[in-house]
Every structure is written in C-alpha cells, then in structure tokens.
C-alpha cells in the first residue's frame, strides 16, 4: 500500500511541470496576425496648411480610409478641388477655416482662386 502510495504521488509530481508548461505556451500565431491586420487598417488623420499660396505638403502618402484636413493658415481665401469631376470639391474657406475628406483613392487636386499656382496631389499607399 506504502509503495502505490508513492508511486502514484512520484507521477503526480512528474505530471504537474508538464501540464504547467503547456499551459504557459505563447500565444496563438493567428491571432499576432489578426492584431496586426487589425493595427495596419486603423485610419489616420494627415494634414495639408494652406499658407504662402501653397499646400503643404504637395505630395502626401495616405491609405484608402484615412482622413485629410486642410486648414488655411493664408491671408487669402481659398477651395480644394480634384481634376478628376466630382471626387472632392470644398466650400470656399476663409483665412483660419478648415476642410475635411475621407480618401478613396489617388487625386490631384488645386486651388479653384488660384490654379496656376497651387496644386497637389494624395498618392495611395
């Protein structure tokens, strides 16, 4: 009886580190995936200053979803417009207001008041 007795608490004490280190394996592969898909597909917002008859930057990188705003820090009034008809068209804005668009795709785009000066473009990622 002595001897099953300890038989049975060696096993134990055998068994116990094993299932302990299963149970401390790292976490699931798809799921660094997913939190990393998840982290790549949050939309962010860039912003473009209207100032010295220029938008700054004339060229921005943004991704399909992010945000783009343009405030005119100009003395001027001034519009955003595409090339392309009717993707994107704002109001006229005053010295200190701003203007905002969720992009879809590429565009270049200018300033309606002053096109031969003021052009730029969004490239998608």
Request: with cysteine.
């Amino acid at each position: 009886m002595k001897n099953s007795v300890a038989v049975l608490g060696i096993r134990v004490c055998l068994l116990f580190p094993i299932l302990f280190l299963f149970s401390c394996s790292s976490p699931n592969k798809k799921s660094d995936a997913k939190q990393m898909e998840t982290e790549e597909n949050i939309s962010k917002t860039d912003t473009v200053t209207i100032s010295m008859m220029k938008f700054n930057p004339d060229m921005l990188n943004v991704s399909k979803g992010d945000t783009v705003v343009w405030i005119n820090k100009g003395m001027v009034p001034h519009t955003i417009k595409s090339y392309q008809d009717n993707k994107f068209y704002s109001d006229t804005l005053a010295p200190g207001q701003a203007w905002k668009w969720i992009v879809n795709d590429s565009a270049s785009y200018f300033c309606t008041i002053h096109p031969a000066t003021m052009k730029a473009k969004l490239m998608l990622k």
